[in-house]
């Protein structure tokens, strides 16, 4: 069982940054590869970015690539979303998940979730 409490999330102004932090808890986080999800009001949850266990890999979403960064830390059982060059269309709910295959997270599942963080962007 891994438990995952998302935090960061807040107002920013368009062109602003933004990192959420996702603090995992329950055994074995580092065999668990991490992803971000956000899903809007009226639209789909969209996948975001993983990272593999090792951190060796990573994949973004394409409305994502070049702005946001993944990363993570093992000693700390901890993800980060570093969010740059903030779009107003970037607001959402943003959502840790995590899954032993990163696979299954790049197809937008996930066997664990933590309950979200808020993000919105002012234009």
């Known amino acids: 069982q891994v438990q995952l409490v998302e935090s960061g999330g807040g107002l920013v102004q368009a062109g602003g940054s933004l990192r959420l932090s996702c603090a995992a808890s329950g055994r074995s986080f580092s065999t668990f590869a991490m992803g971000w999800f956000r899903q809007a009001p009226g639209k789909e949850r969209e996948f975001v970015a993983a990272?593999?266990?090792?951190?060796?890999?990573?994949y973004y979403g394409g409305s994502v690539k070049g702005r946001f960064t993944i990363s993570r830390d093992n000693a700390k059982n901890t993800v980060y979303l570093q969010m740059n060059s903030l779009e107003p269309e970037d607001t959402a709910l943003y959502y840790c998940?995590?899954?032993?295959?990163?696979?299954?997270?790049?197809?937008?599942?996930?066997?664990?979730w933590g309950q979200g963080t808020q993000v919105t962007v002012s234009s």
């Open positions: 998940a995590a899954d032993r295959v990163v696979r299954v997270l790049t197809n937008g599942r996930g066997d664990y």
């Open positions: 990272i593999s266990w090792s951190t060796t890999n990573t």
